[in-house]
């Protein structure tokens, strides 16, 4: 970053013909007859001599003249397009960087309107014309913008502030860093033309070949069907979307949407009018070349299946008669049923059947219903903080693992309950004083109930799934999937666990979002307790904090 509070040397300046010169081309002095791109004042030619200062121009003593150096960047790049006749514009979408050559340059002359005057004007041999600001104070404004957008015009906006007057001509000619494009109607002409081409190509191939290779749909293999009626049933008026209609030599009809990605996108599709006939799209942004295409390489889409939406509708109505089950669009799974997991599959749900682009989940309503009675009459559930979690959890379980998490918070509910019962008694008793190691805890009893509960309570009294563990010393590594919270981003973790005056520490040292990556780190960490002495912070000295 150049400093704010220091201008560089001067190094070009205006001659008596208003041209940008370098100081290495003038006489020494005021013979230079060189004056301030900014002020106009006239500069003295500093040139220095062999290992001294670097030449510059330099204002006269008496002039209070600021920000000449800037006015030098400005006037320079103007000179440089103009004398080059071109400048290095960057990309936009699908337009590579290019340099743009003109036939025509005007610098700072009035255009049609005084309130869009730009810095310079280029003209392309197609009769483009290209407005190029040269930002070296202010850029070009919110106001300005828009004008330039309602008005159409290409505008591209040059940063030169942080650029040295020795590198700016390699900088516009080769570079298309600190640029944007304001507004760029010109290249948009060119990308809609080149658009126009393609869906024409596409359309083009259906009519020669009166064959096209159709994709996959569910249990309906790819294949090529021929065609021996085909129409244009509609093109838009600036071609870049063309719908046609075509019978297979076995009478069924197709209908294929012909477009740039933005025209199929804002398309309205016909299969609610049509629903005998088969409806797909075709991206003609996937043609990228102007020799012969082919079928089998174009980006085609199933909007409408009708023979399987058939089949579909006759299955959900046989859904729909049967009481045990229910149907539901899938996204409500997501966003509305509490038996859902955030991801992976649902015990309940039996399949899923998509029906003009929207899919449903067949939910098997009868056995939810008796899983949720059962969870009611062991009132399970009743003010507990895992009432909203039972049939949430998990990435991946099966519906056998699925009953192992009910059994076990069945089991927690009921330690909760008796450590709250136990709270209550001891509050309405007096209490004795005894010492803490009364109370004391092995790693060994630890060890033993990781054993035989098969499930790990964590610090905070909720459930959590032993993945792994292993004892070094008297320490134990333990990696968990943490069973109680709803939706958890961070699902796996890791604690060190050990004993410190009688008392258990957890130690949680990482969470994961996934299980491959939490054994990756369990291993290392593994590796590296086992390398080395490792000792808690709190380990070093056990003895600190006996009474005695």
């Known amino acids: 970053m150049r400093d704010k509070n220091k201008e560089p040397k001067l190094t070009y300046a205006l001659d008596s013909s208003d041209k940008m010169v370098h100081i290495g081309s003038v006489e020494r002095g005021l013979s230079c007859h060189c004056r301030c791109p900014k002020c106009k004042e006239f500069l003295i030619a500093k040139l220095g001599h ?32 103009e004398e080059e006749m071109a400048v290095m514009a960057p990309a936009y979408k699908e337009i590579d960087k290019q340099r ?82 304001i ?18 190509q596409v359309e083009k191939l259906l009519f020669d070949n009166q064959a096209f290779v159709i994709p996959a ?66 991206n003609a942004n996937s043609v990228y070349s102007d020799t012969a295409i082919h079928s089998c390489f174009l980006d085609t889409k199933w909007l409408y299946h009708s023979q399987s939406e058939k089949e579909h509708e006759t299955i959900i109505r046989e859904y729909q008669s049967n009481p045990q089950y229910e149907l539901r669009p899938k996204s409500d799974c997501y966003t509305k049923c509490k038996y859902h997991p955030f991801l992976g599959k649902c015990i309940y749900s039996k399949t899923i059947i ?29 003010n507990n903080r895992y ?11 099966t519906s056998q693992e699925n009953n192992l998490r009910l059994k076990y918070f069945t089991k927690v509910s009921q330690i909760k309950t008796k450590r709250e ?62 069973l109680g919270e709803v939706r958890t981003v961070w699902p796996f973790h890791i604690d060190i666990i050990y004993v410190s005056n009688g008392a258990l520490i957890r130690n949680q040292v990482a969470v994961f979002t996934n299980e491959k990556a939490a054994h990756d780190s369990y291993n290392k960490r593994l590796l590296g307790m086992r390398k080395h002495n490792y000792k808690m912070p709190s380990e070093e000295n056990n003895d600190i904090d006996l009474p005695f």
């Open 50 to 81: 062999e290992g001294g200062r670097q030449a510059h121009f330099a204002h006269q003593k008496d002039s209070d003249c600021h920000g000449s150096y800037m006015s030098a960047l400005h006037k320079l790049a103007e000179q440089i397009i």
């Open 100 to 181: 743009l050559v003109f036939e025509k340059v005007e610098v700072e002359q009035r255009v049609e309107r005084k309130d869009l005057q730009p810095d310079i004007v280029g003209v392309t041999s197609n009769g483009a014309r290209w407005f190029i600001e040269i930002r070296n104070t202010h850029e070009v404004d919110e106001t300005k913008k828009a004008k330039l957008i309602e008005s159409n015009i290409t505008c591209l906006e040059i940063d030169v502030r942080e650029q040295s007057l020795e590198n700016l001509k390699s900088f516009l000619l080769e570079s298309t860093e600190s640029r944007e494009w």
């Open 183 to 200: 507004n760029n109607p010109n290249y948009e002409s060119q990308i809609a033309e080149a658009m126009r081409v393609k869906v024409s």
């Open 217 to 282: 749909y569910g249990k309906f293999e790819i294949q090529k069907v021929h065609f021996d009626k085909l129409t244009v049933v509609h093109k838009s008026d600036d071609g870049l979307f063309v719908r046609v209609k075509a019978y297979s030599t076995e009478g069924i009809p197709y209908m294929f949407n012909i477009g740039s990605q933005e025209s199929l996108n804002n398309m309205t599709p016909l299969f609610q009018k049509e629903p005998d006939c088969n409806e797909l799209t075709i």
């Open 354 to 382: 998509t029906q003009q682009g929207v899919d449903y989940v067949v939910c098997n309503k009868r056995k939810r219903q008796k899983d949720e009675a059962g969870v009611s009459s062991r009132n399970m559930i009743s």
């Open 387 to 397: 009432s909203s979690d039972v049939w949430s959890q998990s990435l991946d379980e």
């Open 421 to 482: 019962a136990s709270i209550v008694q001891s509050q309405s008793e007096p209490l004795h004083d005894t010492l803490p190691f009364d109370r004391s805890r092995t790693i060994e009893e630890f060890l033993t109930q990781l054993q035989s509960k098969g499930f790990y309570e964590t610090a905070k009294g909720l459930l959590a799934k032993i993945v792994k563990y292993d004892r070094i010393d008297d320490r134990i590594l333990l990696l968990y999937r943490d």
